[in-house]
C-alpha cells in the first residue's frame, strides 16, 4: 500500500530490518489465504514498528481501535509490560476466533481483552487510561475516535494513528471523499493540538506518532 517509496528502497529496507516472528508469519500466511481483505493486514515492516515503539514505551494498558485479524495487536504485545494488558476492539464479530486462537498461541490470553462493537459506545465504558493507543479503524471517525480517547491517554503516552497519507490522497485537493476529508482534518487538528507532540511518518499508507505533554 505504499506509493510514496520507490519499490527497490523498501525491500532493502525491509531486508536490513527485523525478521517477522514465527507466529506473525503464520497469521500472516492465514489471513491472505482465508480472511476478506487481507490488505487491511498491518504489514511486516509496519509490524516491527509497532514491535519496537512498545518494546521502548513497554506500556501497561494498551488500547487498540480496529483489531482485524490480531496482527497489529501480537507486534505490540511484544513490549507489553509483564503485568500489562490490551484492549481490542473490532466491530466485525466474525473475526472474534481467529485473534483469540492466535492470542491464546502466546500462552498468555489473559493479556487480551477482546471487545466488539461499535468502538465509540465501548471506548467510554472501559475504566482504564492507557499508555499506547494504536487507532486504525474507520476513518470517516478518526476526529471522533481523538476526541473519545485524548483524555483516556496518560501523560506521555502515545497514539499511533495509522493510513493518515491515504494512498496519497489527502495531498490532492480534487479528493473530496469523506475518509480523506476527515484525514486532512485530523492531520492538521493533531499538528495544532498543544496537549500533544506530532510527527507524520510517511510509512507504508503513513503514520502519525503522536505523544501526550
Known amino acids: 500500500m505504499n506509493e510514496f517509496i520507490n519499490k527497490d528502497i523498501l525491500e532493502y529496507s525491509e531486508i536490513n530490518s527485523q525478521k ?3 507466529l506473525l508469519r503464520e497469521l500472516n500466511r ?3 489465504l482465508k480472511i476478506l481483505n487481507p490488505r487491511m493486514l498491518s504489514g511486516t515492516f509496519q509490524g516491527r514498528l509497532l514491535s519496537l515503539i512498545s518494546k521502548l514505551i513497554n506500556p501497561k494498558k494498551v488500547l487498540e481501535i480496529g483489531t482485524y485479524t490480531g496482527y ?3 507486534c505490540i504485545y511484544e513490549g507489553l509490560d509483564e503485568k500489562g494488558v490490551i484492549h481490542t476492539i473490532d466491530k466485525n464479530e466474525e473475526l472474534v476466533e481467529i485473534q483469540k486462537r492466535y492470542f491464546e498461541k502466546t500462552g ?3 493479556k487480551f481483552i477482546q471487545h466488539t462493537g461499535n468502538a ?3 471506548i467510554p465504558k472501559i ?3 492507557f499508555d499506547l493507543i494504536f487507532l486504525d479503524a474507520d476513518k470517516e471517525n478518526y476526529i471522533n475516535y481523538y476526541n473519545c480517547i485524548i483524555n ?3 501523560k506521555k503516552g502515545v497514539i499511533l494513528a495509522d493510513n493518515v497519507l491515504w494512498s496519497g490522497k489527502v495531498t490532492d485537493e ?3 471523499d469523506e475518509a480523506t476529508k476527515t484525514l486532512r482534518e485530523f492531520n492538521n487538528m493533531v499538528n495544532s493540538d498543544n496537549r500533544v507532540e506530532t510527527i507524520l511518518l510517511p510509512i507504508r499508507d503513513g503514520i502519525s506518532l503522536i505523544r501526550k505533554i
Open 127 to 129: 475504566n482504564e487510561t
Open 20 to 22: 517477522e516472528p514465527a
Open 30 to 32: 492465514e489471513t491472505h
Open 120 to 122: 465509540l459506545k465501548i
Open 108 to 110: 498468555e490470553i489473559e
Open 174 to 176: 480534487k479528493q473530496q
Open 152 to 154: 483516556k491517554l496518560n
Open 72 to 74: 497489529s495487536a501480537l
